[in-house]
Structure formats: structure tokens, C-alpha cells
Nanobody
Framework: QVQLVESGGGSVQAGGSLKLSCAAPTWIFRDCAMGWYRQAPGREREMVATNGNRGTITYADSLKGRFTISRDNAKNTLYLEMNSLETEDTARYYC???????????WGQGTQVTVSS
């Protein structure tokens, strides 16, 4: 069973920053694209950012400039740096790995991010 373990979530005031981490097995970093998604209560899951294993990066248009995805292959860790957080960023953030044509094969349990005004 593949385990993706997220950490770094928490509560922060609007305008603050958080950095999420996702630890995964070595073969995931070698072979797979990875990404961050989020889901707020009552809303559908949405893509935040993806990072292909060859370095291709995509962001949700609304988050460009505030969020940065990166991966450290030596540490088998995917990161999401979030700056200038807004209350609308409140959601559970999930790490995903190994993209398929329509989804990702593996998902973490998520880490909660709460932004207060």
C-alpha cells in the first residue's frame, strides 16, 4: 500500500504563510507526477498545482503567484509553499501521486489549512 504523508497544515491569519510537505516512497519520486489538491466544505475538489517527474509544473490560474510547488527528490518530499493566504484558501489539502488520464492513483489523508480574517 502506497503511503503519502502530508504535514504542515494549521491555522493562520489572512496574509500569512504555510508550507505543506508530502513524504512518499522513493519510486514515486522517480516514476510519477505529483500534485496538490484541495477541498473545502461543500465544494468540489480542485487542483492546486502539479509537478511532473520531468519538471513540468502547472498551477490553478487563481493561485499563480501565491503558491509554489516544488519537489526534493533527495528527501522524497513534495512541498507546497503558500503565501498571502486568504480565507478562501481554507480547505483540506491533499497530496496526490502517479497521474492517470483522468485522476491520480494515490492520495494522502490530507492536512487541514484554516485561514482566519
Amino acid at each position: 500500500q502506497v503511503q503519502l504523508v502530508e504535514s504542515g497544515g494549521g491555522s493562520v491569519q489572512a496574509g500569512g504563510s504555510l508550507k505543506l510537505s508530502c513524504a512518499a516512497p522513493t519510486w514515486i519520486f522517480r516514476d510519477c507526477a505529483m500534485g496538490w489538491y484541495r477541498q473545502a466544505p461543500g465544494r468540489e475538489r480542485e487542483m492546486v498545482a502539479t509537478n511532473g517527474n520531468r519538471g513540468t509544473i502547472t498551477y490553478a490560474d487563481s493561485l499563480k503567484g501565491r503558491f509554489t510547488i516544488s519537489r526534493d527528490n533527495a528527501k522524497n518530499t513534495l512541498y507546497l509553499e503558500m503565501n498571502s493566504l486568504e480565507t478562501e484558501d481554507t480547505a483540506r489539502y491533499y497530496c496526490a501521486a502517479c497521474r492517470t488520464p483522468t485522476d491520480f492513483n494515490y492520495w494522502g489523508q490530507g492536512t487541514q489549512v484554516t485561514v482566519s480574517s
